[in-house]
């Protein structure tokens, strides 16, 4: 790549433009991205749950009805045989009634225990109570507002980082800007400066001669490292004096 070697810097600027682009995270690989998506599980969850809920609550709901109904019934019987009692005295009557009142107690009995057992299933069928219900909604849209700043300044960064970018590129020979994207492809960073023996891009530790020739390259052109293709911006000893 010919390029005066006073403008030379200008790719190590636009490796830094890349990297910081690079660097930009995805939306998605962000704690308020983590932070929505524990939320969505949870109101999945809540969903499921409602759902099983509201089917065995509206079950409890049907028996204690019937249980009820049955238990006034049977209230009313036991007092008309109190009834009974206390107005005949025909012995026969006496007895069927005295014998009816205490089959229909031993019945209210078991049937106030089945309505207990069905009562306390019916607080447990019951969901979460409407304050915790908004409590839940409140969280979730925060964080669903959260998400989306956070999304809409990476949104921002990235664009104003490819902006960047672009202008420096744009002051390079088409040709070149599209080696440089290429080079960057290729290694993940497309210019380094080069002061020592070993080569930025690839790590790797050039040979006396692979650092001569380098050196002894054109003024006016960018060196590559021969193992990489990195562009080098000679630096530190190898900096040429203008
Ligand atoms: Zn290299």
Redesign the pocket.
């Known amino acids: 790549m010919k390029l005066d070697h006073d403008r030379q810097r200008i790719l190590i600027d636009i490796a830094t433009a890349w990297s910081a682009l690079q660097r930009v995270d995805d939306p998605e690989d962000t704690d308020e991205y983590r932070a929505l998506a524990d939320l969505r599980a949870q109101r999945d969850q809540r969903r499921r749950q409602g759902a099983v809920t509201s089917l065995d609550h509206g079950d409890s709901v049907r028996t204690i009805t019937r249980l009820t109904t049955d238990r006034a019934r049977l209230v009313r019987r036991i007092r008309d045989n109190d009834k009974t009692l206390a107005a005949s005295v025909d012995p026969a009557v006496r007895r069927e009634a005295a014998h009816d009142k205490k089959a229909a107690e031993k019945r209210l009995s078991a049937l106030d225990r089945e309505l207990k057992a069905e009562e306390n299933k019916l607080a447990r069928t019951t969901g979460p109570t409407p304050g915790e219900t908004t409590q839940f909604a409140d969280s979730y849209r925060a964080a669903e507002k959260d998400y989306r700043r956070r999304a809409a300044e990476l949104a921002a960064d990235k664009a104003e980082l490819t902006e960047r970018l672009q202008a420096l590129l744009d002051q390079l020979d088409p040709a070149d800007a599209k080696e440089l994207r290429a080079q960057t492809r290729a ?1 993940g960073v497309c210019a380094v400066v080069f002061s020592g023996r070993s ?1 930025p ?4 530790v050039l040979s006396p001669a692979e650092v001569k020739t380098i050196e002894q390259t054109d003024k006016d052109e960018v060196a590559r ?1 021969p ?4 562009f080098l911006v000679l630096g530190g000893d190898h900096e040429r004096k203008a």
């Open positions: 290694t080569c891009g690839c790590q790797m490292c193992q990489c293709g990195t």
